[in-house]
């Protein structure tokens, strides 16, 4: 059985670095073709794919906030996590993490999201 | 602004049928059939119903369909049930300067 779960801040400053733990089970980054995405949701607006990574380590970002963001993994602790520094008030959201299968574009299983204020 | 567009919302009795579109481009929903459907209930992750234009994931009724023309896709959803009430969005792989994935502004969906 395939499960994530978000970790981190519910309260960050305008400015400051957001760092975002997704802890799974269930599945191994290790195995051929399989990612672990980002995605978020401003309270009341559209879900936002934010990045992706790959088993092979391929990292894809999100045009408009590449400069922000850094994804990584470790795969002994199947973990990945997302940083996104200089957080600003409209970054405020619920930030979900998402399986990827192999040869596919869609999270077929998600955690539960966690939800990351910015406010000063 | 949602890359994919869809209608911000639709409703429809129980037991009716209602439809879904989501309007990209060719860089996307008409290049390729990489088209999912997302459930969202207010306060829950996303659910995946629909992948790959038109297939289902175990244990999602078949009441609920996809399918594709050029650069639309559509979800339908037949004989309604109350608890189909919710927002359901669309997402596309995109070559188009990446991302890549995008997904479309959600629709919610509203059982009379």
């Known amino acids: 059985q395939i499960t994530l779960k978000e970790s981190g801040p519910t309260l960050v400053k305008p400015t400051q670095t957001l760092t975002l733990t997704c802890t799974f089970s269930g599945f191994s980054l290790s195995t051929s073709g399989v990612g672990v995405g980002w995605i978020r949701q401003p309270p009341g607006k559209a879900l936002e794919w934010l990045a992706l990574?790959?088993?092979?380590?391929?990292?894809r970002y999100s045009p408009s906030l590449k400069s922000r963001l850094t994804i990584t993994k470790d795969t002994s602790k199947n973990q990945v996590v997302l940083t996104m520094t200089n957080m600003d008030p409209v970054d405020t959201a619920t930030y979900y993490c998402?399986?990827?299968?192999?040869?596919?574009?869609?999270?077929?299983?998600w955690g539960q999201g966690t939800l990351v204020t910015v406010s000063s | 602004q949602s890359a994919l567009a869809q209608p911000a919302s639709v409703s429809g009795s129980p037991g009716q049928s209602i439809t879904i579109s989501c309007t990209g481009t060719s860089s996307d929903v008409g290049g390729y059939n990489y088209v999912s459907w997302y459930q969202q209930h207010p306060g829950k992750a996303p659910k995946l119903m629909i992948y790959?234009?038109?297939n289902r994931p175990s244990g999602v009724p078949d009441r609920f369909s996809g399918s594709k023309s050029g650069n639309t896709a559509s979800l339908t959803i037949s004989g309604l049930q109350a608890e189909d009430e919710a927002d359901y969005y669309c997402?596309?792989?995109?070559?188009?300067?990446?991302?890549?994935?995008?997904f479309g502004g959600g629709t919610k969906l509203t059982v009379l």
């Open positions: 998402a399986h990827f299968p192999p040869n596919a574009y869609d999270g077929d299983y």
């Open positions: 997402s596309s792989y995109t070559s188009s300067n990446t991302p890549l994935v995008v």
């Open positions: 790959e234009v038109s």
């Open positions: 990574i790959y088993w092979d380590d391929d990292k």
